[in-house]
């Protein structure tokens, strides 16, 4: 069963896939956390820098497999990705699965940790 996607998770995956900058950092508080690769980027500029390399420029492209929300974190909405993109995915697993763990606060995203699903 899918749970539905509050607005700024919806707006995270609408602007990666019809690419939109602006509005993709839009939907992040300006003390969000997102931490990608065991990296964390603190902040909007932070963030920005991060989607501009990591999903802007390898023309990321997400599909929705699973929605869940996280039963012991009532903030926690985890989206299970297969995405595509233009980057290099010698050794990499067909589909490529990520999972996405948004915490969302008063319509803004505070905090996003992804997840590789290899």
Request: proline content about 3%; cysteine-free; glycine content about 4%.
């Amino acid at each position: 069963m899918l749970t539905k996607l509050s607005q700024p998770v919806a707006t995270y995956f609408d602007t990666t896939n019809h690419p939109d900058k602006v509005a993709f950092v839009s939907n992040f508080s300006d003390h969000a956390v997102l931490v990608d690769d065991k990296r964390a980027y603190k902040g909007i500029a932070e963030i920005q820098e991060w989607s501009n390399v990591n999903v802007f420029a390898a023309e990321l492209k997400y599909e929705i497999t699973k929605v869940v929300q996280n039963i012991e974190r009532s903030d926690e909405t985890i989206v299970t990705a297969k995405i595509e993109g233009s980057f290099d995915k010698t050794g990499l697993p067909d589909p490529l699965l990520f999972d996405h763990h948004f915490t969302v606060e008063k319509g803004e995203i505070v905090r996003l940790n992804i997840r590789f699903l290899g």
